[in-house]
């Protein structure tokens, strides 16, 4: 149980094009999902905490304009990246925690290259 | 505020050996500990986690670990590293476990390549 998915798996987009990235919690419904960022052998800086039905909360210094999140319902939430550059470059990785919080479930991330 | 520190961005061992990865964290509350351990390409899979009960934490794949609230620490022990072992570790912190409010983040520490020698 407690499956996180995440599509695509890998993405290359040309400059100046937007990317949108799908989580979804397979078996079960997750109130709260976060979205972290991870630059090569480097740890998870997160990004923004969505609480489905309500607007993100970004962290200090991260773009909500250009990272765009939606927690339309309680198992998908959506980021995209708007007018992608090359330095957005990373490995995008999502969690999700359930109804009744406590862990949080990763799903095995997104590598994007903008070229 | 929480921070967490990892001691060594890379451990090598023999396998067969006791592995060894530390974690100190910085926090104004209770916190709430975690590792987790990441292979190349992919998420994050949770060892194990400290959520205020019993200070020796046992988790998967034979991993341990021990709060220690006099050191601020929370490191990582297996008796006997395998080949399989070798992965990228994370140790985090968050200021709550449980409930469906929006806090309760998680704060990673830098991380830890455990490589393991034949």
């Known amino acids: 149980g407690a499956v996180v998915s995440q599509h695509p798996s890998r993405v290359i987009c040309k400059s100046g094009t937007s990317v949108k990235i799908e989580c979804r919690s397979l078996d079960f419904q997750a109130t709260t999902m976060f979205w972290y960022r991870q630059f090569p052998k480097q740890s998870l800086m997160l990004m923004a905490t969505?609480?489905?039905?309500?607007?993100?909360?970004?962290e200090q210094g991260v773009e909500k304009d250009k990272f765009l999140i939606n927690h339309a319902s309680l198992t998908l939430s959506t980021l995209t990246v708007t007018s992608a550059h090359p330095e957005d470059s990373s490995f995008y990785i999502c969690?999700?925690?359930?109804?009744?919080?406590?862990?949080?479930?990763f799903g095995p991330g997104t590598r994007l290259t903008v070229t | 505020a929480q921070s967490v520190t990892q001691l060594g961005s890379h451990v090598s061992v023999s396998e067969g050996a006791l592995v060894l990865l530390r974690c100190n964290y910085s926090?104004?509350?209770?916190?709430?500990l975690f590792w987790y351990v990441q292979y190349p390409n992919q998420g994050l899979q949770l060892l194990l986690k400290?959520?205020?009960?019993?200070?020796l934490v046992k988790g998967i794949n034979g991993f341990e670990a021990e709060f220690k609230k006099s050191e601020t620490s929370f490191h990582l022990t297996k008796p006997s590293a395998h080949m399989s072992d070798a992965a990228e570790y994370f140790c985090?912190?968050?200021?709550?476990?449980?409930?469906?409010?929006?806090?309760?983040?998680?704060?990673f520490g830098q991380g830890t390549t455990l490589q393991v020698k034949p």
């Open positions: 969505s609480n489905e039905g309500s607007k993100a909360t970004y």
């Open positions: 969690s999700a925690r359930g109804l009744a919080g406590g862990e949080q479930y």
């Open positions: 985090a912190v968050s200021d709550r476990w449980g409930g469906s409010s929006n806090t309760g983040k998680l704060i």
């Open positions: 400290y959520t205020s009960a019993a200070t």
């Open positions: 926090s104004s509350v209770p916190p709430y």
